[in-house]
Nanobody, 121 residues
Framework: QLQASGGGLVQPGGSLRLSCAAS????????IGWFRQAPGKEREGVSC????????YYADSVKGRFTISRDNVKNTVYLQMNSLKPEDTTVYYC????????????????WGQGTQVTVSS
């Protein structure tokens, strides 16, 4: 089970840290991703981290602003979001999969419930 948290309302230029806590399995053995889906748009892979080598992926729209990390002791993955923009506003989901090798949503089987991020002045 995945529990996402940390969303909220922030002004443009502000920061948020999303957390995705896993229970019932060892998160470090899985690829983990953060995804977002704006109304009327397809679900977008924001950032993912691989299970084997810890390689990371970032969508071009968030490179240099977002950082994904994993704490294997706490069994939690984080998404540090800095320099937030209004276009970052949407619901963010975390997801895992034992075999995923990309940051494409259809490769991920287990999803958390989502957390709303709103960037507005």
């Amino acid at each position: 089970q995945l529990q996402a948290s940390g969303g909220g309302l922030v002004q443009p230029g502000g920061s948020l840290r999303l957390s995705c806590a896993a229970s019932g399995f060892t998160l470090g053995r899985y690829a983990i991703g953060w995804f977002r889906q704006a109304p009327g748009k397809e679900r977008e892979g924001v950032s993912c981290i691989g299970s084997n080598d810890g390689s990371t992926y970032y969508a071009d729209s968030v490179k240099g602003r977002f950082t994904i990390s994993r704490d294997n002791v706490k069994n939690t993955v984080y998404l540090q979001m800095n320099s937030l923009k209004p276009e970052d506003t949407t619901v963010y989901y975390c997801a895992t999969d034992r075999l995923a090798t990309t940051c494409i949503s259809y490769e991920y089987d287990d999803w958390g419930q989502g957390t709303q991020v709103t960037v507005s002045s």
